[in-house]
């Protein structure tokens, strides 16, 4: 729910305050959480996209003259600046968010708790097997261009040979797959998965009535924050 | 009592001109435990997809002849239904486990949790498959971090706890390394022999066949060639002409043989040592 406000909360508001506010909590969580070493990828992820941010605002931003510097025949503005520092503030923070989400809370318990709450089995199991393919797809391919390249085929040099090698590796990866699903599927109906009858919980989720309190009280702060903001009521700098 | 009855059976997949299936036959008891060999494009992956009620309940195809599960047509059951009938081990580990699961507990109780029992009974059921299965010490193991064999038997107890009163093996051992396969056959025998339930066994190594089957069963082009007990069927000079190679221990008597030795004196003499 914390990942869910600040994410929000840096998305929706405009100016420096929300972002800065929505990084400290992340920042807070990731340290109460100890986080740590797990949470620096994440960090380095952001940083090419944080670069052509600033780098495309400060100089090309359509309209300003404001000159604060330049360099070769481009001018950085003032204007450009302001708008990269913000945009990348939101940018960072709404990642962050996500990665918090991502590090504090695993799959199976995620899938538990939304079964728990009255998602169908169908709906939870297809959210969970979309998480859990990510690693098996990668794991696939890696096997397959080791495969391919023990046969001859030059994966690697110069971008011609790249995307020529790309046929011979997506052919094996997809009929692969779908013949997985196919093995999989049958082997859930072995298991009964199309049973209509309800399934008993065996993971009960924790979760205090101060823990409930406080994620309905967030909840409704970040809505009222961004309803304020949005229409006008509230001027955040 | 017959547990699973396949009379006049003939199968095609959707689109296929040709029968997989062509006119089988074949009857199992309770507790009886059955081998089906044969080459490659025999049939033998297609009579458990039969079998099973997979074949046409889940993957299309035309059926004729009759198929009964615990005495009822499988064409009749939905696929939850024939699951608690007739369970079903194919030969890939790594895709008969959900995926979702954090723990092998979890993932073995996947099934009797869709069939709506009670917290008691999901944990009566898993404790009973695990120990079968022999995973007690995999517990709290994540399924994705298992070995091949040992994924084998997590998948293994997950359909045991379905509580079938047959259960259907395509080549169960094909992928595992000779350990694995050991580990494997050693689990099968104890589960013959403790729990009752009948088994079918597709496997292209007549060792374990040899070891485990009261009865074996010759598939060629979708129909029985051969049928009688384990170790008749596996000594019949035909084998090789249908595509099967003999168990290690009849492959060793007639070396010695052609060599003009008697096995039984060279046996009694290796043990002797």
């Known amino acids: ?237 | 009592m017959t547990v699973l009855a396949l009379d006049g059976v003939r199968y095609r997949y959707a689109g296929a001109t040709d029968w997989a299936i062509d006119g089988l036959s074949l009857e199992i008891a309770a507790g009886e435990v059955v081998g089906i060999c044969g080459a490659n494009d025999a049939g033998k992956s297609t009579l458990c997809l039969v079998a099973a009620g997979l074949a046409p309940g889940s993957i299309g195809g035309q059926l004729e002849g009759s198929v009964l599960l615990g005495g009822s047509e499988s064409r009749e059951l939905t696929p939850y239904a024939a699951a608690e009938r007739c369970g079903i081990l194919f030969q890939n580990a790594g895709t008969q486990l959900t995926g979702t699961t954090a723990t092998v507990w979890e993932e073995i109780a996947f099934g009797p949790r869709n069939v709506g029992l009670d917290l008691a009974a999901i944990v009566e059921r898993v404790e009973w498959a695990m120990s079968l299965a022999q995973v007690g010490h995999l517990v709290d193991r994540q399924p994705d971090r298992l070995s091949g064999g040992q994924a084998q038997l997590v998948a293994l107890a997950s359909v045991l706890a379905m509580r079938p009163a047959i259960l259907v093996l395509d080549e169960p051992t094909s992928q595992l390394d000779p350990a694995g396969t050991r580990l494997i056959g050693q689990t099968l025998a104890n589960l013959a022999r403790d729990s009752g339930t009948a088994l079918l066994i597709v496997e292209h190594k007549t060792d374990l066949l040899d070891e485990l089957c009261q009865r074996v069963v010759v598939v060629d082009r979708g129909r029985i060639v051969l049928e009688g007990p384990g170790p008749t069927v596996l000594e019949d000079a035909r084998l090789e002409g249908w595509g099967v190679e003999a168990p290690s221990r009849v492959r060793l008597s007639a070396t010695l043989r052609s060599r003009d030795l008697d096995p039984r004196a060279v046996l009694a003499e290796a043990a002797g040592r």
Request: hydrophobic share 55%; charged share 15%; glycine share 8%.
């Open chain 1, 1 to 237: 729910m914390i990942a869910l406000c600040t994410a929000a909360l840096a998305f929706v508001l405009r100016g420096w305050l929300a972002p800065l506010v929505a990084l400290a909590v992340v920042g807070a969580t990731v340290a109460g959480a100890r986080l740590g070493r797990s949470f620096v990828p994440f960090v380095l992820a952001t940083i090419p996209l944080l670069i052509s941010i600033v780098l495309i605002n400060s100089f090309l931003y359509p309209g300003a003259h404001d000159t604060v510097f330049t360099i070769g025949p481009f001018r950085a503005t003032g204007t450009g600046l302001t708008v990269a520092g913000q945009a990348s503030l939101r940018i960072l923070a709404f990642a962050l968010s996500v990665a918090v989400f991502a590090l504090t809370t695993p799959t199976d318990d995620l899938l538990a708790d939304l079964e728990q709450r009255g998602l169908g089995r169908r709906a939870s199991f297809v959210v969970g097997a979309a998480i859990q393919t990510i690693p098996r797809l990668a794991a696939r391919a890696g096997e397959i261009a080791d495969s391919q390249r023990a046969r001859g085929l030059d994966t690697q040099g110069s971008l011609w040979r790249r995307v020529r090698g790309i046929v011979p590796l997506a052919a094996p990866m997809i009929s692969g797959a779908l013949s997985e699903v196919e093995e999989r599927t049958m082997a859930l109906e072995a298991r009964a998965f199309s049973a209509p009858n309800r399934r008993a919980t065996i993971r009960p989720m924790p979760d205090t009535k101060l823990e409930r309190a406080l994620r309905w009280l967030l909840g409704l702060a970040t809505v009222v924050l961004i309803a304020a903001t949005v229409t006008g009521r509230l001027a955040l700098p």
